[in-house]
C-alpha cells in the first residue's frame, strides 16, 4: 500500500501517528509507503526533468529561431519565465496547444465554424477577439509573440526531448496522455512494482493531469480518497473553499466519513496589534494563553486586551487551567516595538494574562474575568507538536524564534531560514550594486560611497575585517569622498578581494567567496551564512559553465534568481515541540491550537496574480487556473486548518500610514458575519509618549567642569542653540557631540553658504583695494568664476566633478557670486568712488565675555567712505527685518523677540550674531573713531534692492549686554538644569533627537 499526500510535512506526521498507534498497542506495524504527489508523478515519468535555468536559454535559442528581431536575452531573461509557467500551466491541465495559442487572425477568420470549441470557451474566445478589433502599438507587439507561441511551444519541447530531458508539465502531460494506449496498472507497475493499493489523502486542487491518472486508478480498483472536508463552512457552497473539494468529493468518493458526529468550533481570538514585528512579542503570552480551557458555553463574555467601546463591564468568570493545575498568569512587562518607531512609542502589552480584572469588548460589549493567582512558572512551558505558528509572512522568522519563550523547550520550524532578507543576502545585493555603478576616471577604478558603506555596515564584514582592515575603512569614512577609488582599500585580503572590478562576475563572486568562507567558519555564530555562500557558490559556478553573453546587471539578476529560493534547514527533531510553519505546510496537518500572525488582507490571502500571456478570458475558457483559482486555494487552507483547533489566534496588523491598509483579512469577517462565530476581539494600544513631558537633563559638576576646562570656548551658533533648546547646548558644546561624518551627495543650505564665502574670499582676498576696474573685469570673465564655484563644490563633496543636482546649485552660487560683484560696483557708483577697501575677510576674532571664552569670523569689515566701517555678513537664508532693522526705538522689542519667543522660527537669530560682531571689534584698532554699520547680504534680496546698512543701535547693545549676561549666569548655574524645547518643530531636524528622548 502507497499513501499519497500534498507534502513531506504531512508525510512526517503520519508515520509519526502510527509510530505512536504502535506504541500505544504495544505491537509492531508494518509502515506502508508514503510519497508526495509531486513526487508519485515523478516516478510514473521517465524523462528527466530539466532546470529552469536550462529550459529558460533552450526556451530562448528556439524563439531566436521563429523571430529574427528577437530582442538580446539580457531582456527576454526577464519575461520568459511567464512562457514556460505558461506551457506547464497548458500541459499540466491537458488544453490542446493548436486550440489556445492559434493565431489570432486565423481565429477572427474562423468566424462561426469554432465547434470543436465549448459553449464556455466559444464565449471567451469572441470576448478575447473582441479586443483586436481596434489596433495599436501593445496589442501589435502582443500579437506578434501570440502568433509565435504554439510553434513555439513545439521547437522547445522538441528541443530538450533531444537532450533526453522535459519540463515538469511536458512530464505531467505524458504520463496522462499514455494512459490512451497503456492500462493504469501496467504503468503503475513500472513505477511502484510491489504496490498494489494506493491512498490519496488531504489533497485539494488537482490539475487535468493528476485528475486523469486518479480517475484510471479509480476505475481500476486501485485507488481510494481521502478528503478532507468536514466543517460546515468548508461545505457550505457559496464558500470558495468549497470550490474543488465539492467537485473531487463527487468525482472520488470518500473512502470513509471523517469526523461523522460533526466538529465543535474552535475559540477564535482576534488581535490587533499596531505593528507587524509586535505580533511576534505577543507570542509569550498567547502561548501561555494556550495551556488553558474555557469553562462554559461558547457564548459566555470573552477576556479582551483593550477597552474598545462599550458599556460596564459584566459579571466575571474564573478560568481554570485544563490540567487542572494552577497556569501562571505573571508575565514580564514587554514592548511592542512598531516599524520604524522607538520602543518608548509602543509600551503597550496584553493586559489580559497579569491576573485581576481586565476590561475589554466583544461585539459592543465590555467584558471582564476573574483569573486565580499561582506560583509563576516558565512561560510557554508544556506546549508542545499540538501548537502551531503559522508565518505567511516569512519575513517575520527570525523575530518569532526570538520571541519564543524560554520555556517552551523544542522548537521546530518547518520553513527552514530563507536567505531573502538574511545578512548574506544584504551583503552581495550591496556587492552587486557597488559593481553595476563603478566608474573609471583617470585610469583608476573608483567606487560609490553609498554601497561601499553599505558593504562596511554589514555585520558580516565587521565581523570578518581584519585590524588593519578596520583602520582602513575608518579612514575610508573619515575622508568621506563621495568616489572612493581602489587605492584605498590596500592592505587588506578581504577588501581587496571586494573591491574591484568584477569582469568576469562568476569567477569575481567565487574567489570572493573562497575568500570569505574561512573568515566565516572561524566566527562560529556564521554557519547559516557559510551555508549561503555555498548556495551562491553553485550559483555562480553553474552560470560560469553555461558562457552567457549577457549583460552585468542580468547576470546579476540571475545570480538572485538562482538562489532566491535558498534556505537553510533548521536541525533538531522535526516531529517535537513548538510547529513553525509557512500557509503551504500546514496542508492535511491539524493542531489544537493555531496562532496565525499577519492575518492581513493582501498577506492572508495573497493578492499576487503570476503574469501571464494567456488573456483572462481564454484561461477561464480553456480551463485553466485564473484569480478564482488562487482565491479558492487560500480559502481552503484556512478553513481546513482552523476546522480541528481547539483555540485559534489571529492577529492583524492595523496600521494604515504608507502602503498598508490595516485592513484584517476577509477570512475574520467571513467568520464574523457569515457564520456567526462569537470572536474573542482584543486590541493592543500602542500610546505615544508625550513628547514635551520629558525630563529636564540635571546639570552636574562635570558639566560645570568641563565649561571651564582649557579649549572650551562659545560662539554665535552655541548660543543660539542654547536659547532654541538647552538640551541641544548640553549635547553638542558640553558633551562635544556631534552627527556622524556622512557623504554628502549634493550640497546642503550649509556648504552652499561655505562655497559662497570662500569664493568671495578668494575674490576679494588678493587685494585690500577693490577698484571699478578689477570689478568690471571679474563680471565680464564668468568662466573664470565659474571654476572658482565647481572647484568648492568638489572640495566640500570631495569629488572630482559637479554632476546631477549640484550642477544646478553651481549655476545659483554663480548668480549670487555676479549680484553681489555687481551689488558692490552700484556701490561705488553711488558713493562716487572709484574703489573701496577691504579691511578684513573671514576675521577670526575672541573675546571674553561674562567669564565665558568666545570665539567668532566676521565675513567681511569693508569701508566705501571715509569714517564708515561696514561689517558685512552673507546669508543665504532667510534675514527678518527685526535681524537687521534695529534701531533705538525697537531695540527693546527685537531683543525680548530674540530670547522669549516661543516659536524658535520667529527668532531674530542674526540679531544675536551683529550684536557679537559689535562685540569683537569693541576696541579694535581698525574701526576705532569710525561709524560702524551693519550690512546683510541676503542673496535673494540683492536682486531686487541695495542692501541696507544700518547704524548700530547703542540701546540694543546695552540691552543685548544685559540679557546675555544673565543668559551665561544661567548656563553656569548648577540649579538650573538642561530642559528641552517646547517647540517640537525644532526637534525634527535636531542631530541629537535619537538620544534626547522625544
Known amino acids: 500500500m502507497c499513501f499519497i499526500f500534498p507534502n513531506k510535512r504531512a508525510v512526517g506526521f503520519f508515520l509519526k501517528y502510527l509510530g505512536d498507534l504502535s506504541a500505544a498497542q504495544r505491537r509492531p506495524i508494518i509502515a506502508p509507503a508514503c510519497i508526495t504527489i509531486n513526487d508519485f508523478f515523478a516516478r510514473l515519468g521517465g524523462l528527466r526533468p530539466a532546470d529552469r535555468m536550462a529550459a529558460m536559454l533552450t526556451l530562448y535559442d528556439c524563439y531566436k529561431a521563429l523571430k529574427p528581431d528577437a530582442e538580446p536575452l539580457d531582456e527576454f531573461i526577464f519575461w520568459g519565465g511567464v512562457i514556460l509557467s505558461d506551457f506547464a500551466e497548458v500541459d499540466k491541465y491537458l488544453v490542446e496547444p493548436g486550440h489556445i495559442f492559434k493565431n489570432v487572425a486565423e481565429y477572427r477568420q474562423l468566424q462561426d465554424s469554432l465547434d470543436y470549441l465549448t459553449a464556455e470557451q466559444e464565449e471567451a474566445l469572441r470576448h478575447f477577439l473582441g479586443q483586436f478589433r481596434d489596433s495599436g502599438e501593445y496589442k501589435e507587439r502582443f500579437r506578434r509573440i501570440w502568433d509565435i507561441l504554439l510553434p513555439l511551444y513545439h521547437s522547445f519541447n522538441e528541443a530538450l526531448a533531444a537532450e533526453g530531458m522535459a519540463t515538469e508539465g511536458a512530464i505531467y502531460r505524458s504520463i496522462a496522455k499514455s494512459l490512451d494506449s497503456v492500462a493504469v496498472v501496467d504503468l503503475l507497475e513500472e513505477g ?4 498494489e493499493r494506493f491512498v490519496f489523502v488531504g489533497l485539494n486542487a488537482l490539475n487535468e493531469c493528476e485528475k486523469r491518472v486518479m480517475r484510471r486508478m479509480r476505475d481500476a480498483g486501485v485507488a481510494e ?9 468548508i461545505k457550505d457552497g457559496a464558500n470558495r473553499a468549497s470550490f474543488f473539494l465539492s467537485r473531487n468529493v463527487a468525482e472520488f468518493p470518500q473512502a470513509f466519513v471523517p469526523d461523522p458526529d460533526g466538529l465543535p468550533r474552535p475559540v477564535v481570538n482576534v488581535v490587533s496589534v499596531p505593528s507587524s514585528v509586535g505580533q511576534t512579542k505577543l507570542l509569550p503570552i498567547i502561548l501561555d494563553r494556550c495551556r488553558y480551557s474555557i469553562l462554559g458555553s461558547s457564548a459566555a463574555p470573552h477576556p479582551t486586551i483593550d477597552c474598545v467601546d462599550g458599556p460596564p463591564a459584566i459579571e466575571p468568570r474564573v478560568l481554570r487551567p485544563s490540567n487542572g493545575v494552577p497556569a501562571p498568569l505573571s508575565m514580564p512587562d514587554s514592548t511592542i516595538p512598531a516599524d520604524g518607531r522607538s520602543s518608548s512609542e509602543t509600551a503597550a502589552t496584553l493586559g489580559m494574562l497579569r491576573g485581576g480584572t481586565v476590561s475589554g469588548a466583544n461585539g459592543g460589549v465590555e467584558r471582564s474575568e476573574t483569573v486565580e493567582e499561582e506560583e509563576p512558572t516558565a512561560a510557554g512551558q508544556g506546549i508542545g507538536i499540538n501548537t502551531a505558528i503559522v508565518l505567511p509572512d516569512e519575513g517575520l522568522l527570525m523575530n518569532v524564534l526570538n520571541s519564543v519563550p524560554e520555556g517552551v523547550e523544542d522548537v521546530n520550524v518547518t520553513m527552514g531560514y530563507p536567505i531573502k532578507g538574511s545578512e548574506f543576502q544584504a551583503l552581495m545585493d550591496d556587492i552587486a550594486a557597488m559593481q553595476q555603478n563603478l566608474r573609471e576616471r583617470n585610469g583608476q577604478v573608483q567606487f560609490y560611497h553609498k554601497y561601499v558603506w553599505g558593504i562596511f555596515s554589514n555585520g558580516i564584514i565587521r565581523d570578518c575585517l581584519s585590524e588593519d582592515g578596520k583602520q582602513i575603512v575608518g579612514k575610508i569614512r573619515k575622508d568621506a569622498r563621495y568616489f572612493i577609488g581602489r587605492d584605498a582599500f590596500r592592505g587588506d585580503a578581504l577588501l581587496e578581494l571586494i573591491f574591484r572590478p568584477a569582469e568576469d562576475i562568476p569567477q569575481y563572486l567565487k574567489e570572493l567567496l573562497i575568500g570569505i568562507a574561512p573568515l566565516l567558519k572561524e566566527q562560529g ?25 549577457i549583460q552585468p546587471r542580468t547576470m546579476w539578476r540571475l545570480l538572485g534568481q538562482l538562489t532566491a529560493r535558498a534556505s537553510v534547514p533548521f536541525k533538531g527533531e522535526p516531529l517535537k515541540g513548538l510547529q513553525i510553519m509557512g500557509p503551504l505546510e500546514t496542508r492535511a496537518l491539524d493542531f489544537d491550537n493555531l496562532i496565525i500572525l499577519s492575518c492581513n488582507e493582501g498577506m492572508f490571502p495573497r493578492r499576487a496574480v503570476a503574469p501571464s500571456f494567456i488573456p483572462a478570458e481564454l484561461r477561464k475558457g480553456f480551463g485553466l487556473p485564473t484569480y478564482e483559482y488562487q482565491d479558492s486555494v ?3 487552507y484556512f478553513y481546513r486548518l482552523i476546522q480541528r483547533a481547539s483555540n485559534v489566534w489571529l492577529l492583524f496588523d492595523s496600521r494604515t500610514e504608507l502602503s498598508r491598509s490595516g485592513e484584517e483579512s476577509r477570512y475574520i469577517r467571513q467568520l464574523q458575519m457569515l457564520y456567526d462565530f462569537d470572536l474573542r476581539r482584543y486590541v493592543v494600544k500602542a500610546p505615544l509618549q508625550d513628547a514635551a513631558a520629558a525630563a529636564d537633563i540635571e546639570k552636574t559638576d562635570g558639566d560645570l567642569g568641563a565649561m571651564q576646562a582649557d579649549g572650551f570656548s562659545l560662539s554665535v551658533s552655541a548660543l543660539q542653540n542654547y536659547l532654541s533648546c538647552p538640551a541641544k547646548f548640553y549635547y553638542s558644546k558640553v558633551k562635544g557631540l556631534k552627527a556622524a561624518d556622512e557623504v554628502s551627495e549634493a550640497l546642503d543650505a550649509g556648504m552652499l553658504g561655505t562655497v559662497l564665502h570662500e569664493t568671495m574670499q578668494t575674490l576679494y582676498g588678493a587685494d585690500k583695494i577693490i577698484s571699478k576696474a578689477y570689478l568690471e573685469k571679474l563680471l565680464s570673465d564668468e568662466p573664470y568664476l565659474r571654476g572658482l564655484v565647481a572647484s568648492g563644490i568638489k572640495e566640500k563633496l570631495k569629488t572630482d566633478e559637479v554632476e546631477g543636482r549640484n550642477l544646478i546649485f553651481e549655476e545659483v552660487i554663480v548668480k549670487y557670486v555676479l549680484q553681489i560683484l555687481k551689488t558692490d560696483l552700484a556701490r561705488l557708483k553711488k558713493a562716487g568712488k572709484e574703489s573701496f577697501r577691504v579691511l578684513g575677510l573671514e576675521l577670526e576674532r575672541w573675546k571674553t565675555i561674562g567669564g565665558f571664552r568666545f570665539k567668532g569670523y566676521i565675513d567681511r569689515l569693508d569701508s566705501f567712505e571715509d569714517g564708515t566701517v561696514r561689517i558685512v555678513d552673507y546669508k543665504t537664508g532667510k534675514v527678518l527685518d527685526t535681524d537687521v532693522k534695529i534701531s533705538d526705538d525697537n531695540a527693546s522689542s527685537v531683543v525680548d523677540s530674540l530670547f522669549e519667543a516661543k516659536e524658535n522660527s520667529k527668532r531674530p537669530k542674526i540679531a544675536l550674531q551683529l550684536y557679537l560682531y559689535d562685540e569683537y571689534l569693541e576696541g579694535d584698532p581698525l574701526i576705532k573713531g569710525k561709524k560702524i554699520v551693519n550690512c546683510i547680504y541676503q542673496t535673494s ?7 541696507e546698512e544700518v547704524e548700530r543701535s547703542r540701546q540694543f547693545c546695552q540691552l543685548m549686554r544685559e540679557r546675555v549676561a544673565g543668559m551665561l549666569d544661567e548656563i553656569r548655574d548648577k540649579s538650573v538644569p538642561w530642559s528641552r524645547t517646547k517647540d517640537i518643530k525644532t526637534c525634527e531636524f535636531c542631530d541629537f533627537k535619537t538620544i534626547c528622548g522625544r
Open 225 to 233: 480518497f481521502c478528503w478532507d472536508f468536514s466543517s460546515e463552512e
Open 525 to 549: 555564530h556564521m554557519q547559516m551564512e557559510l551555508d549561503f555562500a555555498m548556495f551562491y557558490y553553485k550559483a555562480a559556478n553553474r552560470l560560469e559553465g553555461m558562457h552567457l553573453e
Open 634 to 636: 487560500w480559502a481552503y
Open 192 to 195: 511502484f512494482p510491489d504496490t
Open 941 to 947: 534680496n540683492i536682486f531686487v534692492s541695495m542692501p
